[in-house]
Protein backbone atom coordinates (compact mmCIF):
# COMPACT_ATOMS: atom_id res chain seq x y z
CA UNK A 1 0.00 0.00 0.00
CA UNK A 2 1.08 3.66 -0.77
CA UNK A 3 1.14 4.71 2.83
CA UNK A 4 2.92 8.16 1.60
CA UNK A 5 -0.62 8.91 -0.26
CA UNK A 6 -2.92 7.88 2.82
CA UNK A 7 -1.02 10.35 4.75
CA UNK A 8 -1.07 13.12 1.95
CA UNK A 9 -4.94 12.34 2.18
CA UNK A 10 -4.72 12.09 5.70
CA UNK A 11 -3.61 16.08 5.72
CA UNK A 12 -5.56 16.93 2.84
CA UNK A 13 -8.98 16.30 4.60
CA UNK A 14 -8.00 17.57 8.00
CA UNK A 15 -6.90 21.07 5.87
CA UNK A 16 -10.07 21.03 4.10
CA UNK A 17 -12.04 20.57 6.67
CA UNK A 18 -10.27 23.22 8.89
CA UNK A 19 -10.80 25.87 5.83
CA UNK A 20 -14.36 25.17 4.98
CA UNK A 21 -15.31 25.84 8.52
CA UNK A 22 -13.37 28.84 8.80
CA UNK A 23 -15.40 30.22 4.96
CA UNK A 24 -18.70 28.92 6.67
CA UNK A 25 -18.01 31.55 9.65
CA UNK A 26 -17.75 34.56 7.21
CA UNK A 27 -20.37 33.44 4.35
CA UNK A 28 -23.13 35.08 4.82
CA UNK A 29 -25.40 33.20 2.86
CA UNK A 30 -27.55 30.92 5.52
CA UNK A 31 -27.45 27.81 2.73
CA UNK A 32 -24.01 28.13 1.89
CA UNK A 33 -22.77 28.17 5.39
CA UNK A 34 -24.92 25.48 6.73
CA UNK A 35 -23.43 23.31 3.63
CA UNK A 36 -20.00 24.57 4.46
CA UNK A 37 -20.24 23.18 7.85
CA UNK A 38 -21.61 19.99 6.48
CA UNK A 39 -18.89 19.64 4.39
CA UNK A 40 -16.53 20.42 6.98
CA UNK A 41 -17.73 17.74 9.07
CA UNK A 42 -17.89 15.13 6.64
CA UNK A 43 -13.94 15.64 5.65
CA UNK A 44 -13.44 15.40 9.12
CA UNK A 45 -14.87 12.04 9.01
CA UNK A 46 -12.77 11.25 5.97
CA UNK A 47 -9.75 12.02 7.69
CA UNK A 48 -10.86 9.78 10.59
CA UNK A 49 -10.58 6.89 7.86
CA UNK A 50 -7.49 7.59 6.93
CA UNK A 51 -6.23 7.72 10.61
CA UNK A 52 -7.52 4.18 10.88
CA UNK A 53 -5.91 2.99 7.63
CA UNK A 54 -2.82 3.73 8.66
CA UNK A 55 -2.75 2.74 13.03
CA UNK A 56 -4.38 -0.64 11.31
CA UNK A 57 -1.39 -1.17 9.74
CA UNK A 58 1.25 -0.16 12.57
CA UNK A 59 1.74 3.54 11.31
CA UNK A 60 1.50 6.79 13.05
CA UNK A 61 -0.18 9.06 11.13
CA UNK A 62 1.65 12.66 10.68
CA UNK A 63 1.30 15.37 13.26
CA UNK A 64 -1.51 17.63 10.97
CA UNK A 65 -0.51 21.51 9.28
CA UNK A 66 -2.42 23.47 6.98
CA UNK A 67 -1.37 22.86 3.55
CA UNK A 68 0.07 25.19 1.44
CA UNK A 69 -3.20 25.96 -0.84
CA UNK A 70 -5.55 26.46 2.12
CA UNK A 71 -2.78 28.50 3.81
CA UNK A 72 -2.83 30.91 0.68
CA UNK A 73 -6.77 30.85 0.65
CA UNK A 74 -7.12 31.77 4.82
CA UNK A 75 -4.76 34.54 3.78
CA UNK A 76 -6.56 36.27 0.86
CA UNK A 77 -10.55 35.00 2.36
CA UNK A 78 -10.28 39.02 3.41
CA UNK A 79 -9.91 40.05 0.23
CA UNK A 80 -12.04 37.56 -2.10
CA UNK A 81 -15.57 36.81 -0.94
CA UNK A 82 -16.11 33.08 0.38
CA UNK A 83 -18.44 32.24 -2.51
CA UNK A 84 -15.62 32.58 -5.38
CA UNK A 85 -13.40 30.53 -3.12
CA UNK A 86 -16.08 27.73 -2.63
CA UNK A 87 -16.68 28.28 -6.33
CA UNK A 88 -13.11 27.70 -7.08
CA UNK A 89 -12.65 24.14 -5.06
CA UNK A 90 -15.12 22.59 -8.61
CA UNK A 91 -11.66 22.24 -9.80
CA UNK A 92 -9.72 20.75 -7.09
CA UNK A 93 -12.86 18.03 -6.19
CA UNK A 94 -13.01 17.10 -9.90
CA UNK A 95 -8.94 16.16 -9.34
CA UNK A 96 -10.08 15.10 -5.72
CA UNK A 97 -12.31 11.97 -7.06
CA UNK A 98 -9.89 10.85 -9.74
CA UNK A 99 -7.52 10.29 -6.81
CA UNK A 100 -9.41 8.85 -4.69
CA UNK A 101 -10.46 6.47 -7.45
CA UNK A 102 -6.97 5.63 -8.49
CA UNK A 103 -6.25 4.78 -5.27
CA UNK A 104 -9.09 2.09 -4.55
CA UNK A 105 -8.41 0.63 -7.64
CA UNK A 106 -4.64 0.01 -6.87
CA UNK A 107 -4.30 -0.09 -3.19
CA UNK A 108 -4.53 -3.41 -0.94
CA UNK A 109 -7.61 -2.22 1.12
CA UNK A 110 -9.88 -4.89 3.11
CA UNK A 111 -13.07 -5.01 1.95
CA UNK A 112 -14.97 -2.95 4.76
CA UNK A 113 -12.16 -0.16 3.85
CA UNK A 114 -13.62 -0.45 0.29
CA UNK A 115 -16.48 0.67 0.83
CA UNK A 116 -15.83 3.38 3.31
CA UNK A 117 -13.46 4.72 0.56
CA UNK A 118 -16.47 4.11 -1.85
CA UNK A 119 -18.78 6.22 0.26
CA UNK A 120 -15.78 8.70 0.52
CA UNK A 121 -15.99 9.16 -3.20
CA UNK A 122 -19.54 9.21 -3.20
CA UNK A 123 -19.27 12.06 -0.44
CA UNK A 124 -16.72 14.16 -2.75
CA UNK A 125 -19.15 13.96 -6.05
CA UNK A 126 -21.68 15.08 -3.26
CA UNK A 127 -19.50 18.14 -2.87
CA UNK A 128 -18.37 19.04 -6.17
CA UNK A 129 -22.32 19.17 -7.20
CA UNK A 130 -22.44 21.33 -4.08
CA UNK A 131 -19.40 23.48 -5.80
CA UNK A 132 -20.85 23.42 -9.28
CA UNK A 133 -24.19 25.30 -7.99
CA UNK A 134 -21.98 27.59 -6.68
CA UNK A 135 -20.29 28.57 -9.80
CA UNK A 136 -23.56 29.48 -11.28
CA UNK A 137 -24.28 32.27 -8.61
CA UNK A 138 -20.29 33.48 -8.56
CA UNK A 139 -18.56 32.23 -12.27
CA UNK A 140 -14.88 32.32 -11.76
CA UNK A 141 -14.60 31.42 -15.75
CA UNK A 142 -14.17 34.94 -15.77
CA UNK A 143 -11.61 34.76 -13.84
CA UNK A 144 -10.06 32.18 -16.08
CA UNK A 145 -10.78 34.27 -19.05
CA UNK A 146 -8.76 37.28 -17.61
CA UNK A 147 -5.85 35.12 -16.90
CA UNK A 148 -5.65 33.66 -20.23
CA UNK A 149 -6.48 36.80 -22.19
CA UNK A 150 -3.66 38.79 -20.23
CA UNK A 151 -1.03 35.90 -21.10
CA UNK A 152 -1.93 35.72 -24.89
CA UNK A 153 -0.91 39.70 -24.53
CA UNK A 154 1.74 39.64 -22.58
CA UNK A 155 3.62 36.94 -24.61
CA UNK A 156 2.67 38.27 -27.42
CA UNK A 157 3.71 42.22 -26.98
CA UNK A 158 6.83 41.04 -25.18
CA UNK A 159 7.61 38.75 -28.42
CA UNK A 160 7.05 42.16 -30.05
CA UNK A 161 9.31 44.35 -28.24
CA UNK A 162 11.74 42.16 -28.49
CA UNK A 163 11.78 41.97 -32.31
CA UNK A 164 11.73 45.65 -32.18
CA UNK A 165 14.83 45.89 -29.54
CA UNK A 166 16.74 44.20 -31.79
CA UNK A 167 15.89 46.96 -35.34
CA UNK A 168 16.04 50.02 -32.63
CA UNK A 169 18.51 49.89 -30.32
CA UNK A 170 18.76 53.47 -29.22
CA UNK A 171 14.57 54.29 -29.39
CA UNK A 172 13.10 52.57 -26.66
CA UNK A 173 10.45 54.95 -27.16
CA UNK A 174 9.61 53.76 -30.71
CA UNK A 175 9.34 50.31 -30.04
CA UNK A 176 7.22 51.25 -26.85
CA UNK A 177 4.78 52.83 -29.40
CA UNK A 178 5.20 49.68 -31.56
CA UNK A 179 4.78 47.61 -28.72
CA UNK A 180 1.05 49.84 -27.64
CA UNK A 181 0.19 50.02 -31.61
CA UNK A 182 0.29 45.94 -31.69
CA UNK A 183 -1.25 45.68 -28.43
CA UNK A 184 -4.47 47.97 -29.22
CA UNK A 185 -4.50 45.85 -32.56
CA UNK A 186 -4.19 42.51 -30.74
CA UNK A 187 -7.11 43.09 -28.03
CA UNK A 188 -9.53 44.33 -30.62
CA UNK A 189 -8.73 41.35 -32.88
CA UNK A 190 -9.03 38.83 -29.31
CA UNK A 191 -12.20 41.01 -28.41
CA UNK A 192 -13.98 40.58 -31.47
CA UNK A 193 -12.95 37.07 -32.14
CA UNK A 194 -13.92 36.04 -28.88
CA UNK A 195 -17.17 38.01 -29.74
CA UNK A 196 -17.57 36.21 -32.60
CA UNK A 197 -16.73 32.93 -31.38
CA UNK A 198 -19.47 32.71 -28.28
CA UNK A 199 -21.93 34.50 -30.73
CA UNK A 200 -21.41 31.47 -33.13
CA UNK A 201 -21.41 28.77 -30.13
CA UNK A 202 -24.37 30.18 -28.89
CA UNK A 203 -26.02 29.88 -32.71
CA UNK A 204 -25.00 26.11 -32.54
CA UNK A 205 -26.18 25.31 -28.93
CA UNK A 206 -29.54 27.18 -30.10
CA UNK A 207 -30.13 24.75 -33.25
CA UNK A 208 -29.50 22.18 -31.25
CA UNK A 209 -32.15 22.73 -28.59
CA UNK A 210 -34.67 23.13 -31.70
CA UNK A 211 -33.44 20.25 -33.32
CA UNK A 212 -33.91 18.15 -29.62
CA UNK A 213 -37.22 19.61 -29.29
CA UNK A 214 -38.60 18.52 -31.89
CA UNK A 215 -37.43 14.95 -31.50
CA UNK A 216 -39.06 14.84 -28.17
CA UNK A 217 -42.43 15.56 -30.13
CA UNK A 218 -41.90 13.08 -32.94
CA UNK A 219 -39.67 10.07 -31.26
CA UNK A 220 -38.87 10.27 -27.70
CA UNK A 221 -37.38 6.80 -27.65
CA UNK A 222 -34.64 8.24 -30.14
CA UNK A 223 -33.81 10.99 -27.62
CA UNK A 224 -33.40 8.85 -25.14
CA UNK A 225 -31.47 6.19 -27.54
CA UNK A 226 -28.84 9.50 -28.79
CA UNK A 227 -28.37 10.79 -25.01
CA UNK A 228 -27.44 7.39 -23.83
CA UNK A 229 -25.10 6.77 -26.04
CA UNK A 230 -23.28 10.35 -26.26
CA UNK A 231 -23.37 10.03 -22.24
CA UNK A 232 -23.05 6.10 -21.13
CA UNK A 233 -26.41 6.00 -19.47
CA UNK A 234 -28.24 3.07 -19.30
CA UNK A 235 -31.34 3.32 -21.41
CA UNK A 236 -33.62 2.30 -18.80
CA UNK A 237 -32.53 4.54 -16.20
CA UNK A 238 -33.32 7.58 -19.04
CA UNK A 239 -36.73 6.56 -19.40
CA UNK A 240 -37.69 7.43 -15.90
CA UNK A 241 -36.59 10.73 -16.71
CA UNK A 242 -38.55 13.82 -17.95
CA UNK A 243 -38.07 14.90 -21.60
CA UNK A 244 -36.99 18.40 -20.74
CA UNK A 245 -34.40 17.05 -18.48
CA UNK A 246 -33.02 14.63 -21.37
CA UNK A 247 -32.46 17.63 -23.61
CA UNK A 248 -30.51 20.00 -20.77
CA UNK A 249 -28.52 16.66 -19.83
CA UNK A 250 -27.39 17.10 -23.92
CA UNK A 251 -26.82 21.03 -23.38
CA UNK A 252 -24.93 23.53 -21.60
CA UNK A 253 -27.19 25.98 -20.16
CA UNK A 254 -27.66 29.10 -22.51
CA UNK A 255 -26.75 32.56 -20.79
CA UNK A 256 -28.21 35.57 -22.86
CA UNK A 257 -26.11 38.58 -23.87
CA UNK A 258 -22.57 36.97 -23.00
CA UNK A 259 -21.58 37.29 -26.06
CA UNK A 260 -20.72 40.71 -25.69
CA UNK A 261 -19.49 40.72 -21.73
CA UNK A 262 -16.82 37.90 -23.17
CA UNK A 263 -15.59 39.92 -26.21
CA UNK A 264 -14.83 43.04 -23.97
CA UNK A 265 -13.16 40.96 -21.12
CA UNK A 266 -11.16 38.96 -23.43
CA UNK A 267 -9.90 42.11 -25.45
CA UNK A 268 -9.05 44.12 -21.87
CA UNK A 269 -7.24 41.12 -20.28
CA UNK A 270 -5.42 40.94 -23.45
CA UNK A 271 -4.64 44.76 -23.24
CA UNK A 272 -3.61 44.13 -19.36
CA UNK A 273 -0.90 41.85 -20.40
CA UNK A 274 0.25 44.09 -22.86
CA UNK A 275 0.96 46.60 -20.09
CA UNK A 276 4.11 44.48 -18.13
CA UNK A 277 6.64 44.32 -21.65
CA UNK A 278 5.95 48.01 -22.72
CA UNK A 279 6.40 50.13 -19.83
CA UNK A 280 10.25 49.63 -19.78
CA UNK A 281 10.93 51.50 -22.93
CA UNK A 282 9.45 54.51 -21.58
CA UNK A 283 11.37 54.47 -18.28
CA UNK A 284 15.08 53.78 -19.87
CA UNK A 285 17.04 55.34 -22.21
CA UNK A 286 18.16 52.76 -24.05
CA UNK A 287 15.99 49.58 -25.75
CA UNK A 288 18.36 46.96 -24.42
CA UNK A 289 18.09 47.86 -21.04
CA UNK A 290 14.13 47.94 -21.69
CA UNK A 291 13.75 44.68 -22.52
CA UNK A 292 15.95 43.44 -19.80
CA UNK A 293 13.51 45.11 -17.58
CA UNK A 294 10.53 44.03 -19.83
CA UNK A 295 11.62 40.10 -19.56
CA UNK A 296 11.81 40.37 -16.14
CA UNK A 297 8.41 42.34 -14.86
CA UNK A 298 6.68 39.30 -18.11
CA UNK A 299 8.43 36.99 -16.31
CA UNK A 300 7.02 37.87 -12.91
CA UNK A 301 3.77 38.03 -13.88
CA UNK A 302 3.65 34.62 -16.06
CA UNK A 303 4.96 32.84 -13.23
CA UNK A 304 2.38 34.52 -11.06
CA UNK A 305 -0.17 33.26 -13.77
CA UNK A 306 0.92 29.78 -14.10
CA UNK A 307 1.00 29.52 -10.67
CA UNK A 308 -2.60 30.38 -10.64
CA UNK A 309 -3.74 28.41 -13.15
CA UNK A 310 -1.59 25.14 -12.23
CA UNK A 311 -3.96 26.37 -8.43
CA UNK A 312 -7.08 25.99 -10.20
CA UNK A 313 -6.45 22.76 -12.26
CA UNK A 314 -5.03 20.62 -9.27
CA UNK A 315 -1.90 20.23 -11.08
CA UNK A 316 1.79 21.04 -9.94
CA UNK A 317 2.71 25.30 -9.60
CA UNK A 318 6.30 24.63 -10.22
CA UNK A 319 6.03 22.91 -13.58
CA UNK A 320 2.99 25.07 -14.85
CA UNK A 321 5.36 28.05 -14.07
CA UNK A 322 8.39 26.73 -15.47
CA UNK A 323 5.91 26.10 -18.58
CA UNK A 324 4.61 29.32 -18.93
CA UNK A 325 8.27 30.80 -18.40
CA UNK A 326 10.00 29.23 -21.56
CA UNK A 327 6.55 29.62 -23.49
CA UNK A 328 7.17 33.62 -22.85
CA UNK A 329 10.82 33.20 -23.17
CA UNK A 330 10.64 31.20 -26.00
CA UNK A 331 8.81 33.71 -28.14
CA UNK A 332 10.94 37.02 -27.05
CA UNK A 333 14.35 34.58 -28.17
CA UNK A 334 12.64 34.21 -31.34
CA UNK A 335 11.01 37.40 -31.68
CA UNK A 336 14.95 38.74 -31.02
CA UNK A 337 16.71 36.54 -33.70
CA UNK A 338 14.20 37.88 -36.25
CA UNK A 339 14.81 41.41 -35.60
CA UNK A 340 18.70 40.87 -35.44
CA UNK A 341 17.91 38.90 -38.61
CA UNK A 342 16.46 42.08 -40.14
CA UNK A 343 19.49 44.16 -38.77
CA UNK A 344 22.26 42.57 -39.97
CA UNK A 345 20.30 41.48 -43.99
CA UNK A 346 18.96 44.86 -44.72
CA UNK A 347 20.74 47.46 -42.39
CA UNK A 348 17.69 48.31 -40.42
CA UNK A 349 18.73 49.95 -37.69
CA UNK A 350 17.71 53.08 -36.73
CA UNK A 351 19.56 55.25 -33.85
Same mark, same amino acid.
Given at each position: ?5 ? &? ?60 ? &? ?144 ? +? ?20 ? @? ?12 ? +? ?90 ? @? +? +? ?6
Amino acid at each position: MDTKRV &KEFYLGELSDSFLYEKLAKKEKDARRKEELLRISQIEKVHADFRKSVLEKRGIEPPDFKLSG &KVSLLLKITSLIPPALIVSLFEFYESSTVREYYKFLKSSELSEEEKEQLKKIIVDEIEHESFFRSVVKEFDPSRVRDLVFGMNDGLVEILGAVSGFSAVYPDRPEIVGLSGLIVGFAGAASMGIGAFISSKSQKEVSLRNREELEI +LKEVSPDTLIERVSQELGIEKE @NLKKLPRKVLIRLL +LEEENSGEEIKFGVVTGLAYLLGVIFPVFPYFLLENSYGALALSILSAGIVLAITGSFVAFLSGISIKKKAIEMLMVGFAAAGFSYFIGRIA @N +L +LFGIEIS
